[in-house]
Every structure is written in structure tokens, then in C-alpha cells.
């Protein structure tokens, strides 16, 4: 959109307002000069404290021990693996924002950020950005919000204040490091009314714990539902990495063009199941024209990404699971591809596009290497398939399910890769999921690829503000 300035603004609300110190969070902030200050800043910080290479940034958690500790303990017994997704994934940025910290305090905010967004979803309190003045009336999820904001701020204002204290005395620096940094560097008041404070810096990190934390998490844990409805695609990308990585190593970043199985079923769990499938709502800050729809200043703009991504005019067999359409193998393939690429947008676009959507995408991409390697990811009894139904809000959740991840034997490394087709069935048998060549066609597709759900249609909302 070659006008995305024109929609970068958010409509006032009342919730908003109160979960953003005021509008001073990066995601529901409106589009004024202190909050792309605040977005340069925050970008800058961020960058800066993973040294300009994400490579790096392997050093500061370790997924290897994640599958090592964790995921063996289970000893192939059915469990529900979303916790550990998502306790992993709000581990990784706690560390790029506030450093390595003890798994107990992790574990700590990520309750409470969790359970904030719960909170914020609840019916009574979206009624109140309606209806304000409802406000005054006994509403105990109300009050729930205010006691999980209240914990937030003590959480984050504890952090940023031993940063405060011990600046400059590490030689390392994270990303509150930098941007408190900036403050100290350049005192507020020159910058007159668009200057930065230290509630501007306090909100960006909340927006980061959260966007950061159950975002990553729901794309891990889809992930691993179409691997489980796809059991020849799971057992590829594993032949994939024991070619190129093998068991010698640990998978890196640097490795994904030589990846592409692994790299294009992200993309199309990407697809399938934006975590926000309507994003959060836009405003118009002038007059504009979006196609055949003038939008006076002040319209309410909904980018529907779930929609986008299910077109059946873009996405042949939109709803089921493809990943082949992100490989480039053919020159005919090739352009598919780049046009698939083109076309994905699950961290939005323009000025309102995701902070961390570089750290998603490499944070994703190695534990999942790390995941399909060493383990084979079964159902948790013989046709006992999670549900491609998910739980429609602001994000796209899975409904409860158990895995079972059953370490893989070393001394099957040699085999792998070279499984005749009665030994495919033979596995089959025991996954209880059929198994078939992608060269051949799938016997199966409503059950084991197609994803259903509704479809929003259309692309954007346009909904004028003060008339119908």
C-alpha cells in the first residue's frame, strides 16, 4: 500500500488508553512525532542490543536445552507442550530486553502478561469501550485489569530501575540499557512537546514482553498441529536437517536457504494462522482514497490479514496446509514462490509494522530445527488429531491438545531418509496418521491438510466514524 501513512493512526478507546499509560504504548499509541521517535528508538535499542547480527542472539538462550531438559523428561508421554512454547518464547525477550534474568522471575511476568491479555479480552471489559460510563458500575474483570496493569508497571519499573543504577557498569548492553541511554543523553525538555519520557520507554518493553511472548508462542504451537495432520511433511524437513545440519552440530540461523522445507512450512503456518488475524484497528489521520473507498480523516480502518492470506484468488486451495508453495525447486516454482512471498504479511506492514518480527522469525526457525531434529512428533494416541478449529480473538489460539515427543534414535541417523514405502506404512500404522509421497496424491486432504475456519472477507473494513 503505497499510502500506508495515511492509515497509520488508532482510533481512541477508552481500554487502550488506560493499558498504555495514556497512549504511550508502540502498538495502540496513535501516529504523531513523539511516537516515531519513540518507534526510531526503540528500533534502534533493539537492533543495537543484538550486536546488528541476530546470529548472535543464539548465545543468549538455548534451545538445544530446551529439547535436551525439558522435552525428554517427558519421556514420550502425552503432554501438552504450549506452556513450555510459550515460557520459552518470553524467556528469549526477556533476555534481548533486560538481560539473562532467573527462570522464576520469568515465569513470573509471563503469567502476568498472560493473563493481562485474557483480562483485557474479556466481553465486560470491550463493552467499556463503548460505553465508559459503565465504568462506574461493579465489574470484577474490570477490576481483574487494573490489578494486572498494577502488576506490570511494579514488574517493569523494578527492572528498569536496576538498570538505572548499574548503567554504565557492564560492559554489555541490552535494550533497555540503550534506551535509557538515550534519555539520560538528551534531556526531555529540548525536544519540546514531542519529547520522549521514561513512560515511553516503560511502554515499549511492555509491548515488546507481550508481542514477543504469545505471538511466538501460538506460531510454534500451530506449527506443530499441521506437522502433526502432515506427518510426511514432519519426517522431510527432519531428513532435510539431518543432511545439512546432522547431529554434530546445532542448527543455525545461517542455515535456512539451505533449509527450505523447514523454512516454508513456517511460512505457511505463517499463512494459515496469522496470530492476529484482524490485527488492531487503524485510523485514517487525513483524507485519503483506498481504491474505489474515500476515507475522510478519523475513518476506522481494520486490515483483515486473515482474510488476505486466505484468497482464494491468490492462494490456490487456500485452506489447506502447502508449504510447497513457498519452495523454489522450478523456475515456474520459483515465481510462485516470490510471489507467495509478496503476498504474506502476518507482521503487518508500513509504519505499524511488528518491532520484532526478525527476532520472531529466527527464534521460530531454530527451535523448531532443534525441535524436528532430535524428536518425532506423534499424537498422543493412534488418530487422535489436535483440532484445526482455532479459538478466534485478537489472536489465533489452538484448542487444548497433547503431543507425545519421542526422542529419535542416534543410531537411526544412518536410515534416515531412505524408508521404502512399506516402511512408511509401518509407521504409519503406529502414528495413526497415513503416510504418502508428495509426489503422489494426498488420500486424505479434507483431514490431514485442510485448515478450517471462517474467512473474513472483505480485505479492509472501512467504517466511517459518526455515520453509518
Known amino acids: 500500500m503505497r499510502k500506508w501513512s495515511d492509515f497509520a493512526g488508532r482510533p481512541p478507546s477508552f481500554i ?34 543484538l550486536r546488528g547480527d541476530m546470529e548472535q542472539t543464539k548465545t543468549l538462550w538455548k534451545p538445544d536445552f530446551i529439547s535436551q531438559q525439558v522435552f525428554r523428561g517427558y519421556g514420550g508421554q502425552p503432554v501438552d507442550v504450549a506452556r513450555d512454547f510459550s515460557l520459552h ?85 541490552n535494550m533497555v540499557d540503550h534506551m535509557l541511554q538515550f534519555l539520560k543523553d538528551h534531556d526531555t525538555g529540548k525536544w519540546g512537546d514531542t519529547g520522549l519520557l521514561p513512560d515511553h520507554v516503560h ?47 546445532e542448527p543455525t540461523y545461517r542455515d535456512r536457504q539451505r533449509l527450505p522445507h523447514l523454512s516454508a512450512a513456517i511460512a505457511e503456518t505463517l ?16 483524507d485519503t482514497r483506498y481504491y474505489i473507498f474515500d476515507s475522510r480523516y478519523g475513518t476506522t480502518v481494520i486490515p483483515n490479514l486473515y482474510g488476505a492470506h486466505h484468497d482464494g484468488s491468490i492462494w490456490p486451495h487456500p485452506l489447506e496446509f502447502r508449504p510447497e508453495r513457498f519452495l523454489e525447486e522450478e523456475e515456474e516454482e520459483e515465481e510462485a514462490s516470490s510471489k507467495a512471498q509478496r503476498h504474506l504479511v502476518p507482521f503487518s506492514c508500513g509504519a505499524r509494522v511488528c518491532l520484532g518480527e526478525s527476532l520472531a522469525r529466527m527464534e521460530s526457525f531454530l527451535f523448531l530445527a532443534h525441535l524436528l531434529r532430535d ?12 483440532d484445526l478449529r482455532g479459538r478466534f480473538d485478537f489472536l489465533v489460539h489452538c484448542k487444548p491438545f497433547a503431543v507425545r515427543l519421542v526422542p529419535r534414535r542416534v543410531s537411526d541417523a544412518a536410515e534416515r531418509g531412505h524408508h521404502r514405502p512399506e516402511e ?22 479434507q483431514r490431514a491438510m485442510k485448515s478450517e475456519g471462517p ?14
Not at 474467512?455 to 453509518?468: A, T, V
Request: glycine share 6%.
Open 203 to 249: 511502554m515499549a518493553i511492555v509491548d515488546l514482553l507481550i508481542g514477543g511472548t504469545d505471538t511466538t508462542a501460538t506460531l510454534l504451537t500451530w506449527a506443530v498441529v499441521f506437522l502433526l495432520h502432515c506427518p510426511e511433511i514432519q519426517e522431510r524437513i527432519h531428513e532435510e536437517l539431518m543432511a545439512v545440519v546432522g547431529l554434530h552440530r
Open 16 to 49: 487502550a488508553n488506560l493499558i498504555s499509560l495514556g497512549g504511550k504504548d508502540l502498538s495502540l499509541g496513535n501516529y504523531t512525532p513523539t511516537w516515531r521517535r519513540q518507534r526510531k528508538l526503540a528500533h534502534l535499542a533493539f537492533q543495537s542490543s
Open 375 to 386: 524428536f518425532q512428533i506423534l499424537p498422543s494416541a493412534p488418530g487422535e488429531l489436535p
Open 89 to 173: 518464547a518470553c524467556g528469549v525477550i526477556t533476555t534481548v530486553v533486560f538481560g539473562p534474568l532467573d527462570a522464576v522471575v520469568v515465569e513470573e511476568m509471563h503469567d502476568c502478561m498472560i493473563e493481562l491479555v485474557k483480562a483485557w479480552g474479556a466481553a465486560s471489559v470491550k463493552l467499556l469501550d463503548f460505553l465508559p460510563i459503565l465504568k462506574i458500575f461493579p465489574n470484577p474483570s474490570f477490576r481483574h485489569l487494573l490489578s494486572c496493569i498494577k502488576s506490570r508497571d511494579a514488574f517493569v519499573q523494578s527492572q528498569m530501575k536496576k538498570h538505572q543504577e548499574s548503567q554504565g557498569s557492564s560492559g554489555t548492553q
Open 271 to 286: 499463512r494459515l494462522r496469522p496470530s492476529a488475524p484482524l490485527a488492531l484497528p487503524h485510523m485514517t489521520i487525513r
Open 455 to 468: 474467512i473474513f472477507q472483505p480485505l479492509l473494513l472501512l467504517q466511517p466514524r459518526g455515520e453509518s
Open 424 to 445: 512408511q506404512k509401518a509407521r504409519a500404522a503406529v502414528t495413526g496418521v497415513s503416510a504418502w509421497s508428495s509426489a503422489e496424491p494426498n488420500p486424505h486432504p
